[in-house]
């Protein structure tokens, strides 16, 4: 559970330590503005910009009852960010599985991605998409 954050982490300490940089050398407004964008791309590659996650099992069996996909997803993932951001509102429509939360989740794409754990991999009456368009996407979210 703990990986999930290094990247977030890590982007906030960086941009702190930047930041503690610029206001030594006396540019108050440099260092506001490069911790904004610090602060930014973490809150961006954090799990908090998705979602809530489900388990695979869950996410299957609402998807057959509602015809809705399941995104299999892992944060940090730039392809899952794009999808995320291209869907905006309508992300919430779809089933997300967080592969690095979820064991079932992470065997589920390793299925259907000869054994790589390829992400976005988006299910739709059980057929597998490995990386689609987000417009596609958003049709079957429709």
């Not at 030594?24 to 506001?32: F, W």
């Amino acid at each position: 559970m703990t990986r999930v954050w290094i990247l977030p982490a890590l982007l906030v300490l960086c941009g702190a330590a930047l930041t503690a940089g610029r206001l030594r050398d006396g540019s108050p407004a440099d260092a506001t503005v490069l911790l904004a964008v610090f602060l930014l791309l973490a809150a961006v590659t954090s799990p908090l910009a998705f979602p809530r996650s489900v388990g695979a099992e869950e996410a299957q069996r609402r998807s057959a009852a509602d015809g809705r996909p399941v995104v299999y997803w892992r944060p940090g993932c730039a392809y899952c960010l794009r999808l995320r951001l291209r869907l905006g509102r309508r992300a919430g429509r779809a089933h997300w599985v967080n592969i690095w939360r979820d064991p079932a989740g992470a065997a589920a794409v390793r299925a259907v991605n000869d054994g790589n754990e390829t992400v976005p991999t988006v299910v739709v009456a059980g057929g597998a998409h490995t990386n689609p368009d987000p417009a596609w996407v958003l049709e079957r979210l429709r």
